[in-house]
Every structure is written in structure tokens, then in C-alpha cells.
């Protein structure tokens, strides 16, 4: 069976559309996970994940609430599926897991803001799907310039943690230090699925991936 394609008019620019919170009606999207998010000027909608991609999601979030537990000067807060406003290269994303310091996070809150700032964030999260991965990695020939690889650099986050749950890769990367006028990341660490995660300064704690699994190369 081909694929159906749809054609819309919108009033607007995808990102001004995105950042008033009016593009997934636009599309008529259902409101059942589906996140609509502008990467490279153009529009990207992708299924709700998965209960494994949602899990290591938590527990990297659940790392950081031990560390927190264990050291009560532990600075760093998280945030999941929380708007993120690349206002300078006019994208708009929706990372897994958004990690601010404490003081940046309380503002934050207090605000009620619709969308984080990339100023207000130090650290992304991203894990891979089997619908949207590319967007999530380094560019490569198939999508050029435009992934959030390349946008979280440009707008200049310091760091970013991919998890790529490909069968052929089942990693995670740690990407930091931004060239924000090349849009890359010039340092990068790995783990291989099982190692213990060890963030580096700032953040300091650490993130087992013992139970972490790649997809399922036939989806269920």
C-alpha cells in the first residue's frame, strides 16, 4: 500500500504556528502523544513512544532524584516533554528530558512559562525511535543540515545526551561544547548499553543502563 500524503494551507509559518500552540490543530493531529515539532523549518510528526523508550526516560530521570536524595546540594532539576523555543534558528522542539539548574527551574515554575529558553537549559535529553531517529543524530547525506543534532548546537545548548536505541548502534552518546556558527558539537563520550553512565562535570551523577534494550527490530 503507498503512502497517503497531505497537503495543508496554513496562515502562518510552521514556528510561529508551533510557538502559539496552534499547529498541531492545523494538521488535525490526535491527541493521543503525537508531537509535532519544527526542525529545520520543517514541520516533524512522530507516534507517542514506546513503553521502553518512555522507561529509559524515566530512569535517567530517576537518577537524578537519587542524587538529589543522596546530596541535598545537588543543584540539577528535570522536566519531561517540555516545549523547547530555538527561537534564534526559528525551531521548535520537544525534547524527552530537559535538565535546568534548580535556580533556573523554580523561575521556571513560578512563570508557568509555555516554553523553555535554550539560555535556561544546560543539558537535553533525547532518546531514539524507530520513526524519528535520524532527526535525533548527527546530520547525515539523508537529512543534510536539519536535525536536532545540529539545532541544539547552533542555539548553543551546552550539552546533549542522545540514547539511540538502534539495534546497530545500542549507545549512548554524550555530546558538549557547541560551535553555535558551524553547528556541531566538538566533544563527544560513549557508552555501550550495560556500562554505567558516568556524566561529567557539572552534573556529576551517574546512570546505570543495565536494562536498557534496543528496539525490536521486527515492531510488534
Given at each position: 500500500m503507498s503512502a497517503v500524503a497531505h497537503y495543508y494551507t496554513?496562515?502562518?509559518?510552521p514556528y510561529d504556528l508551533w510557538v502559539r500552540g496552534e499547529l498541531a490543530d492545523f494538521l488535525h493531529l490526535p491527541d493521543d502523544g503525537t508531537r509535532v515539532e519544527v526542525i529545520g523549518?520543517?514541520?516533524?510528526?512522530?507516534?507517542?513512544?514506546?513503553?521502553?523508550?518512555?522507561?529509559?526516560?524515566?530512569?535517567?530521570?530517576?537518577?537524578?532524584v537519587e542524587a538529589r536524595i543522596a546530596d541535598p546540594t545537588f543543584r540539577w532539576r528535570c522536566v519531561q516533554v517540555t516545549d523547547l523555543n530555538l527561537s534564534d534558528i526559528r525551531d521548535g522542539y520537544i525534547p524527552d528530558l530537559i535538565v535546568l539548574d534548580v535556580d533556573m527551574h523554580d523561575e521556571a515554575r513560578k512563570a508557568d512559562v509555555r516554553h523553555l529558553l535554550p539560555d535556561q537549559v544546560s543539558?537535553?535529553?533525547?532518546?531514539?525511535?524507530?520513526?524519528?531517529?535520524?532527526?535525533?543524530?548527527?546530520?547525515?547525506?539523508?537529512?543534510?543540515?536539519a536535525t536536532k543534532w545540529s539545532g541544539y548546537a547552533q542555539a548553543g545548548i551546552p550539552n546533549y545526551l542522545l540514547v539511540d536505541r538502534d539495534p546497530?548502534?545500542?549507545?549512548?552518546?554524550?555530546?558538549?561544547?557547541?560551535?553555535?556558527?558551524?553547528?556541531?558539537y566538538r566533544h563527544l563520550q560513549s557508552w555501550e548499553f550495560g556500562e554505567t553512565i558516568r556524566l561529567p562535570d557539572p552534573f556529576g551523577f551517574a546512570i546505570p543502563t543495565d536494562k536498557w534494550e534496543p528496539w525490536d527490530e521486527i515492531p510488534r
Open positions: 496554513l496562515p502562518d509559518t523549518g520543517e514541520i516533524v510528526v512522530s507516534p507517542g513512544p514506546t513503553f521502553g523508550h518512555n522507561g529509559i526516560v524515566q530512569d535517567i530521570a530517576d537518577c537524578m543539558l537535553v535529553v533525547e532518546v531514539t525511535s524507530r520513526s524519528n531517529a535520524a532527526c535525533d543524530r548527527q546530520p547525515g547525506p539523508r537529512r543534510g543540515a546497530r548502534a545500542a549507545q549512548t552518546l554524550f555530546f558538549s561544547n557547541p560551535d553555535r556558527s558551524s553547528g556541531m
